[in-house]
């Protein structure tokens, strides 16, 4: 099992939406970053868990855990001229972009970016990096145990 952070902008998807989908699933669809699309498409399992996390607003942070769903399939909004993530250069026999889907398991309390700053266990975490801008990046077990303690509230 592996573990990823996974943002997304609340205004687009949020948690909440996820906790209130048909069975809790979301597909994570507009990712246009090669190495991001790369750890959904050769890396990512179903089963794996998922920090949820948004970014671009006020208070960026963990929202929730989440888990992989499913397996990698082509992402459709490549595909579609109205939607801000199409790609013209996508061919439906040859995807440039996948999407996996992302199942929503507990939602805690809400971690900020500023808690996670504060934790001496999580300073080589990816996300915490200068410069880091992935909107997916993996995640250690120790992390993942930390931020997971942390959400539920059970201190690190």
């Keep these: 099992m592996r573990y990823w952070l996974m943002k997304s902008e609340p205004d ?43 970014s671009s607003c006020a208070v960026p942070g963990v929202a929730g855990i989440a888990e992989v769903a499913s397996t990698p399939y082509p992402d459709a909004s490549q595909f579609d001229p109205a939607s ?35 934790q001496p266990a999580l300073e080589d975490m990816v996300l915490l990096q200068k410069g880091s801008r992935l909107s997916i990046s993996p995640v250690t077990a120790q992390e993942w145990n930390t931020i997971v303690a942390l959400v539920r509230g059970k201190g690190a």
Excluded: C
């Design 84 to 118: 801000k993530y199409h790609d013209p250069k996508a061919k439906q026999e040859e995807p440039r972009w996948i999407s996996v889907d992302v199942r929503a398991l507990e939602a805690g309390r809400y971690l900020p970016l500023s808690e996670l700053r504060a």
């Design 12 to 54: 687009e998807v949020s948690f909440d939406d996820v906790l209130a989908a048909p069975q809790r699933t979301v597909a994570w669809f507009g990712v246009r970053n090669y190495q991001a699309r790369n750890f959904m498409r050769d890396a990512m399992s179903v089963g794996d868990g998922v920090l949820f996390y948004h």
